[in-house]
């Protein structure tokens, strides 16, 4: 039997678009870090991405559980504040602490007749204190969403994944 009986030789067109921008500033003890991502796919037939978009946990509609959210469009911003409260010496390292807060707002979409004005949205934020540790970054935090769920969390290491 051939392999490839009952496989389409037709082809589909897919359009995916992406935007992933971030930028930061210091000015002595403070950080502000904005970021926006957006992605749109679009398919001639009803197809799946085969790597939708995931929202939700700490930085991306923090409140939400982490990747509660999934999606084939993606409209997400965030303006993040850091500051570098003081410098600690914990005997066998010394680290900054650091406090801060953020604001969020997006949202995910599947349904291709709604556009990014009719799309569902949501605001969050959190709150958070950090340290630079010989492990990597520790980060305990606090995130609510604009309907009052909320999240608590304790990251070890990389807190962007």
Do not use: C
């Not at 009952?6 to 930028?23: A, H, K, T």
């Not at 950080?31 to 796919?41: E, K, V, Y």
């Amino acid at each position: 039997t051939n392999i490839l009986d009952g496989i389409s030789n037709s082809s589909q067109m897919v359009d995916e678009y992406r935007l992933d921008w971030v930028s930061a500033h210091s000015y002595k003890k403070h950080s502000l870090a904005t970021r926006i991502n957006m992605g749109l796919f679009e398919a001639e037939e009803n197809m799946l991405p085969l790597d939708p978009y995931e929202l939700g946990g700490f930085l991306n509609l923090s409140g939400l559980p982490r990747n509660s959210l999934i999606g084939q469009n993606k409209l997400f911003g965030s303006l993040v504040y850091r500051y570098r409260w003081f410098d600690n010496d914990f005997g066998m390292f010394q680290s900054p602490i650091y406090i801060g807060a953020s604001a969020e707002y997006g949202g995910l979409w599947s349904d291709v007749d709604l556009g990014i004005k009719e799309a569902p949205m949501f605001a969050a934020g959190s709150i958070f204190t950090g340290i630079d540790s010989p492990i990597g970054p520790v980060t305990f935090a606090y995130g609510v969403t604009e309907d009052n769920m909320s999240s608590v969390y304790l990251i070890i290491g990389n807190a962007f994944k």
